[in-house]
C-alpha cells in the first residue's frame, strides 16, 4: 500500500463546542459514506457561543491538536462559532492539514438565494461578524443578525414542551423575518428546529445551513477512501458521554451506540 492510499484511509477529523456538530457530520457522511470519520464535542466547556474570542480560539487548538494526534486526514470546524472566531488560527497552527470552517459555504448557500438575508447564530458568531462580511462579499447587499443563545440550550432538551420551542422561536423571527427573503442558519443547534422554524416562517423566506455545501467542499477537496464498505464514525466527548450518546441522536439522526471520554 502507497502513502497516498494509507493517507486517504485516515479518517476526516470534525469538531463541534457539543453535539450540534453532528448535523454536520450528517451531511458529511452523507456526501461521503466510505469516508471513516472521528468527532469530538467538547461538551465540558460548551457554549462556545457566549465566550471571548481569544477563549474559542484557544479551545478551537486544543480540539483541533486533539485530532491531529488521531491521524486525521483534515479537519472540519463544525461550529460555526469556532469557526468565526478562531479558522486562520486552527489553519496556521496545523499547516500539513486541511482545514475548512463552515461560514464560508453557509455565507455561499444563503447567497445563492439573493435578497436580505436573517442570520440566526450565537452572541459571539453575530458579534464578530464574519458571515456578514462573508455574505457581503458574495454580493449580499443587506444582513440582519440575531443572537438566538436559548436555541442552544433548547436544542439539547429535548424534553421542551413544544409550546415553550414554538414560542422562543416565533420569538427570535420576529422582527428578524420582516423584510428578510433567506434565513441562514448560523450555528451547529438550529438545524433540529428547521421543520418548526419553516412552519412559521409560512414559505415567507428560505432556510438555509451551511451543512451541504460545507460537506461538497470537502467531499471536493480530500483525498479519498477507495473502499467500497461504508465508512466507521467514532464519537468522542469531553464530558458527559451518556447524555451525548442519548440526545446526540436527535442532531445525527440516527442512533449512537458508543461515545467515548476524552480529555483536550
Ligand atoms: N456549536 C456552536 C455554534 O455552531 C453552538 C453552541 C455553542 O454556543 O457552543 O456556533
Do not use: W
Request: aromatic share 4%; glycine share 8%.
Amino acid at each position: 500500500m502507497n502513502t497516498r492510499t494509507l493517507a486517504a484511509d485516515q479518517p476526516i477529523g470534525v469538531f463541534d463546542s457539543g453535539m450540534g456538530g453532528l448535523t454536520v457530520l450528517r451531511a458529511l457522511r452523507a456526501a461521503m459514506p466510505r469516508e471513516h470519520f472521528v468527532y469530538l464535542g467538547d461538551t465540558a466547556r460548551l457554549p462556545y457561543g457566549t465566550k471571548t474570542a481569544a477563549t474559542v480560539q484557544r479551545y478551537a487548538l486544543q480540539a483541533a491538536g486533539r485530532l491531529v494526534t488521531l491521524g486525521v486526514k483534515a479537519i472540519v470546524v463544525a461550529c460555526n462559532t469556532a469557526s468565526a472566531t478562531a479558522l486562520p488560527a486552527v489553519q496556521a497552527q496545523f499547516p500539513d492539514v486541511s482545514v475548512f470552517g463552515v461560514v464560508e459555504p453557509g455565507a455561499a448557500a444563503a447567497a445563492e438565494h439573493g435578497g436580505t438575508v436573517a442570520l440566526l447564530a450565537t452572541e459571539s458568531t453575530v458579534r464578530g461578524g464574519a458571515y456578514q462580511r462573508a455574505l457581503m462579499r458574495r454580493g449580499v447587499q443587506k444582513v440582519q443578525a440575531r443572537a438566538a443563545p436559548l436555541l442552544v440550550a433548547l436544542a439539547e432538551e429535548p424534553s421542551a414542551a413544544p409550546h415553550i420551542q414554538a414560542a422562543i422561536i416565533g420569538d427570535y423571527l420576529s422582527g428578524l423575518m420582516h423584510s428578510a427573503d433567506t434565513l441562514l442558519l448560523g450555528c451547529t443547534h438550529f438545524p433540529v428546529f428547521v421543520q418548526q422554524i419553516e412552519l412559521q416562517l409560512a414559505g415567507r423566506a428560505v432556510v438555509v445551513d451551511s451543512a451541504t455545501t460545507t460537506a461538497a467542499e470537502v467531499a471536493a477537496s480530500i483525498v479519498p477512501r477507495a473502499h467500497e464498505d461504508r465508512g466507521e464514525i467514532t464519537l468522542l466527548a469531553t464530558d458527559g458521554a451518556e447524555r451525548f450518546r442519548r440526545v446526540g441522536a436527535r442532531f445525527l439522526g440516527e442512533p449512537i451506540h458508543r461515545v467515548e471520554l476524552v480529555d483536550v
